[in-house]
Structure formats: C-alpha cells, structure tokens
C-alpha cells in the first residue's frame, strides 16, 4: 500500500514518519506540509519525496497518515476520503462534531477504511486488558486520570497553538475515553464537567450500562505528578490498567497494520472514523457544560 503524510510537526517527526518508513507493508510515498522547508527536510530523512501539492500526493497514494491539528485534519480527511484514499488519522479527529461527521460521511461514501490512532488503544498489553475487561460484567465505577506536562516541562508539543486553545480535555481527553468506551459502554450523560488548575478539567460520566466514571485530566501537571491511571472497580474487584514498554512508533505501526486489514477485509476497525466522531461528541459536550454549567447529553 503507497502512502503518504500529511503534516511535520513533532508529532509526524516522532512518530509517523519512523513509523510508515520502517513499515514492512506500506511504501512511504511522500510528504506534505504546511511548510514546504520542513516537508522537504523530513522527507530526505525518510528517503522520499516532498509534495507541495497536496492534491498531487492523494492521487498518486492509496492511503494517507495525518498528523496535523484537529480542524486541519478534518478537512484534508473529507478532501482525502473524495480521493479514494484510506485513512489513517490521530485523535481528536476533529475539532467540533460537524466537522468529524463530515469525515465520517466522505469516508463512507467513497468506500474506504478509517482507524484513528488513539494510542493507547494499539499498545499490546492495554489492548489486551481492555478486551479482557470488556467481557467481565458488573463494573460499578472506573477512575481515569490523564496528567501530562506539556506546558510544565520542555515538552516539544510546548508550542502547539491548537492543544493551547483546547486544553487537556481536548488532547488527553480521547485517550481515557478510549480505554474506558469499551468497557464502560457509550456516554449516556455527561453528569458534571468542572475546571481544575490550568487547563485541568475534572468530569462525572454515566454510562449505558450503568456504570459511572470520572475523568482528571490536564496538560499543566507538575512533571513529577504526570502519567495516567485507570482503575475499574465493579462485581468482579478492582483492576487497573497495566502499564505499557511500548512507544509511539511501535503503537503506531500497529494501527498501520489495524488500516491494512480494514482496507483488506472491508471490516471496520473498532477505533475507526466513526469512534473518533462518538469521542468528539462526548468531548464537545463536556466543553459545552464547562461553558455553560449545563448537564449535556
């Protein structure tokens, strides 16, 4: 499968580029960037191309990688999906729900295969413990804690305008809803959304089948206090989710090979476009309470 990158930004620097170059499967076919500089300089250290026509990259790939700002993936995936081109896209998949329901529209029409790289969900040992919680009946309460250090340490997403303007809840926010969806069940009710120092936001969920989680989340812990938690409590005890050697471009080809299959098999991933719009929706309603002090549903 040819594909192609779209952004180079230290997330793309990281993480996709090592990971679509080194990938067994996939033929790097090129980058494009808002800055044709830097699109050009990772490209070389890729050993591929650089485009500065973006709509010349989709018509020459069969898949695009997208590691660019939420409101700018979301309409270079609709302008992706119109090219017949699978979709491999990170989290959040927008920045408001009409913008992910067009995605999830294009992608549907043209036929093509979606998986949103919410990390955690590709590393092995937490996949496992989330499927192996998944069939375990009777959870009562889930706990989630998400504290990064972006805006406390020499984080080298420190300089993101768009995790500035959106906070954690928007950055760390699809991660513990990603764990916690498929085990909890869907978000029937965002019950209380409340701001913490900085950007940190604490919220209370009710779930479907029941169940009740909440959520801390920030970008401003101190360093010493970053990392993420999440305890599930119910009939069966409590159990918490196990800790993971893997890193991002390991992760990340895992979900490469999750689009591969997808695109293959014309089954959907379960962490596809559509996930990424029900997270985006949970999200958008949470950052509605917190302005409003509105419960939303």
Not at 36 to 65: C, F, I, K, N, S
Not at 79 to 88: D, E, G, M, T
Not at 198 to 208: G, P
Request: glycine letters at 8%.
């Amino acid at each position: 499968m040819r594909i192609g990158l779209l952004g180079t930004g230290p997330w793309a620097e990281m993480a996709y580029a090592p990971a679509l170059s080194g990938h067994g499967e996939l033929d790097f076919a090129g980058v494009w960037g808002r800055r044709p500089d830097a699109a050009r300089d990772l490209a070389d250290r890729h050993g591929t191309r650089a485009y500065e026509d973006v709509d010349a990259l989709l018509a020459e790939v069969d898949a695009v990688a997208i590691a660019l700002p939420p409101s700018v993936q979301a309409q270079l995936a609709v302008r992706a999906a119109r090219a017949h081109c699978h979709l491999l896209l990170d989290k959040p998949l927008a920045a408001t729900v009409e913008e992910g329901q067009a995605v999830v529209e294009a992608a549907g029409q043209a036929g093509v295969a979606s998986v949103v790289f919410f990390t955690t969900r590709f590393q092995t040992a937490a996949d496992d413990w989330i499927a192996e919680q998944a069939a375990v009946d009777g959870w009562f309460t889930a706990r989630a804690e998400w504290l990064g250090a972006v805006f406390t340490s020499d984080s080298p997403f420190a300089a993101s305008s768009w995790r500035r303007e959106k906070g954690a809840l928007w950055d760390v926010g699809p991660h513990a809803l990603s764990v916690l969806l498929p085990v909890l069940g869907d978000v029937a009710e965002v019950a209380a959304a409340a701001r913490g120092p900085q950007d940190t936001v604490h919220l209370v969920l009710t779930h479907v089948s029941g169940a009740s989680s909440t959520l801390t989340l920030s970008l401003t812990a101190p360093p010493a206090a970053a990392g993420a938690v999440v305890e599930l409590r119910g009939k069966a005890g409590t159990t918490i989710l196990p800790p993971s050697s893997e890193g991002a471009v390991q992760a990340l080809t895992r979900a490469a090979d999750a689009l591969l299959a997808s695109a293959r098999t014309g089954r959907p991933h379960p962490c596809n476009a559509p996930l990424g719009l029900r997270v985006t929706e949970i999200l958008a309603a949470a950052d509605a309470q917190l302005s409003d002090g509105i419960t939303t549903r």
